[in-house]
């Protein structure tokens, strides 16, 4: 049974850093596309980084130049580390799989999903 679950969310001030932990089981990693999509409240569910196999990468505007994803096949982890957060970046954020249809924007697309972690950042 795979099994994807998230950690490291937390109540952060503008400007801080924040690294979360995607921790897989039940698959081989390195067999899978990873990513991180993020849901705010109210809003729908969008992409925001994913990482091939091979450990290229893909993000969101939005994110891009703050946000880093990475991958440890051997431990089966996927990490992002998130700079400068700003409070537009408060959401739920979702580790995600997929075995073939690679780094895609469409949450359809992904096979596998953790149930969440809540990142709020806020003065």
């Known amino acids: 049974q795979v099994q994807l679950a998230e950690s490291g969310g937390g109540l952060v001030q503008p400007g801080d850093s924040l690294r979360l932990s995607c921790a897989a089981s039940?698959?081989?990693?390195?067999?899978?596309?990873m990513g991180w999509f993020r849901q705010a409240l109210g809003k729908e569910r969008e992409f925001v980084v994913g990482i091939r196999r091979n450990g290229l990468t893909a993000y969101s505007d939005s994110v891009k130049g703050r946000f880093t994803i990475s991958r440890d096949n051997a431990k089966n982890m996927v990490y992002l580390q998130m700079n400068s957060l700003k409070p537009e970046d408060t959401a739920v954020y979702y580790c995600v799989a997929n075995r073939g249809a690679g780094i895609s924007p469409t949450r359809q697309d992904y096979d596998y999903w953790g149930p969440g972690t809540q990142v709020t950042v806020s003065s």
């Open positions: 039940g698959l081989t990693l390195s067999s899978y596309y």
